[in-house]
């Protein structure tokens, strides 16, 4: 990721939190269909929001791109503040369509819908690729993007991974990748399988590791070692601060969040993770 890849990726979180507390906030509501996700306002594209299409028992996620103009406009349309109420959008041959507002009659309708071609994760090496809406949702982390779900092929509820929009796939890209080249290592979270979406692969599948906050302080030492492993593996984190690294139930430790990692054998990248990572237990050990 470049620095400004980084700085963009850095501000959109801050506004996504931002904007989750902020009261008046536009609430955008379908009469069939589920917003998973947004972001803030794409320079050509409009605004964009992830959906769930609902049509009888069938179900699928488009892509739906708002006029811009209309939201600077501010444009409520229904009596219920901040809320925008939308149209009723089809099933079919089409995963991204455009809606925009008749000024005349202060309805919004569908400009197009079109069949256009996504970014896909194209490193698949697990075996196992489940799709997105079999997946039951447990806890939302972060959005859509980040989730603990289950499905009949675990016992216990496991994390998913995903792009929410096909522009963020190359850092789930970058990071299902290093989870294949430490496979095995005991490094990280154990890796479950990819995310598909109609076939395209968005995320990925791990273990999910519920924190155990009483153990965090005795067993820090552990996130060094796996940081070693890493290392040893021709791989520095590139973000190594102590929320990356998770503990087990029973002690171990274990590395999370690799978008920023990078494949190197540079001394220097090792040390600064190394670097990090121990005043990070530092600081903790000290405040406990
Ligand atoms: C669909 O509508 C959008 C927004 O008006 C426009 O930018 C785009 O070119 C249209 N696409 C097609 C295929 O007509």
Same mark, same amino acid.
């Given at each position: 990721?470049?620095?400004?890849?980084?700085?963009?990726?850095?501000?959109?979180?801050?506004?996504?939190?931002? *904007?989750?507390?902020?009261?008046?906030?536009?609430?955008?509501?379908?009469?069939?269909? *589920?917003?998973?996700?947004?972001? *803030?306002?794409?320079?050509?594209?409009?605004?964009?929001?992830?959906? @769930?299409?609902?049509?009888?028992?069938?179900?699928?996620?488009?892509?739906?791109?708002? +006029?811009?103009?209309?939201?600077?406009?501010?444009?409520?349309?229904?009596?219920?503040?901040?809320?925008?109420?939308?149209?009723?959008?089809?099933?079919?041959d089409?995963?991204?369509?455009?809606?925009?507002?008749?000024?005349?009659?202060?309805?919004?309708?569908?400009?197009?819908?079109?069949?256009?071609?996504?970014?896909?994760?194209?490193?698949?090496?697990?075996?196992?690729?489940?799709?997105?809406?079999?997946f039951?949702?447990?806890?939302?982390?972060?959005? +859509?993007?980040?989730?603990?779900?289950?499905?009949? !092929?675990f016992?216990a509820?496991?994390?998913?991974?995903? @792009?929410?929009?096909?522009?963020?796939?190359?850092?789930?890209?970058?990071?299902?990748?290093?989870?294949?080249?430490?496979?095995?290592?005991? @490094?990280?979270?154990?890796?479950?399988?990819?995310?598909?979406?109609?076939?395209?692969?968005?995320?990925?599948?791990?273990?999910?590791?519920?924190?155990?906050?009483?153990?965090?302080g005795?067993?820090?030492?552990?996130?060094?070692?796996?940081l070693?492993?890493?290392?040893?593996?021709?791989?520095?984190?590139? !973000?190594?601060?102590?929320?990356?690294?998770?503990?087990?139930? !029973?002690?171990?430790?274990?590395?999370?969040?690799?978008?920023?990692?990078?494949?190197?054998?540079?001394?220097?990248?090792?040390?600064? +993770?190394? +670097?990090?990572?121990?005043?990070?237990?530092?600081?903790?050990?000290?405040?406990?």
């Open positions: 990721m470049s620095l400004w890849e980084r700085l963009f990726f850095i501000i959109g979180i801050a506004i996504a939190s931002a *904007q989750s507390v902020l009261p008046g906030q536009n609430v955008y509501r379908f009469p069939n269909a *589920q917003v998973l996700a947004t972001q *803030q306002k794409i320079a050509n594209y409009g605004h964009p929001l992830r959906v @769930a299409v609902n049509v009888g028992e069938q179900k699928a996620i488009k892509y739906v791109f708002l +006029d811009s103009k209309m939201l600077q406009a501010g444009y409520p349309t229904s009596s219920e503040q901040g809320s925008i109420d939308l149209p009723r959008l089809p099933l079919g089409w995963n991204e369509a455009h809606i925009h507002l008749d000024r005349h009659t202060g309805t919004y309708s569908i400009r197009n819908t079109t069949l256009t071609s996504h970014l896909e994760m194209i490193n698949n090496w697990h075996p196992r690729k489940i799709d997105y809406l079999e039951v949702k447990v806890e939302m982390l972060q959005h +859509d993007r980040l989730q603990v779900v289950t499905h009949p !092929d016992d509820p496991v994390l998913i991974k995903i @792009a929410s929009f096909p522009w963020d796939i190359p850092s789930l890209e970058r990071e299902a990748t290093v989870y294949q080249l430490l496979h095995g290592s005991g @490094a990280t979270p154990e890796f479950l399988g990819h995310v598909t979406e109609g076939g395209r692969a968005i995320g990925f599948i791990t273990e999910y590791i519920g924190e155990v906050p009483s153990i965090r005795r067993n820090m030492q552990g996130c060094l070692a796996a070693r492993i890493l290392h040893q593996r021709g791989i520095a984190h590139g !973000d190594a601060h102590n929320g990356n690294c998770l503990i087990r139930k !029973d002690g171990s430790s274990v590395l999370i969040d690799f978008e920023l990692s990078l494949e190197t054998w540079s001394h220097e990248e090792f040390g600064r +993770d190394l +670097d990090i990572m121990g005043r990070c237990i530092q600081a903790f050990s000290e405040h406990a």
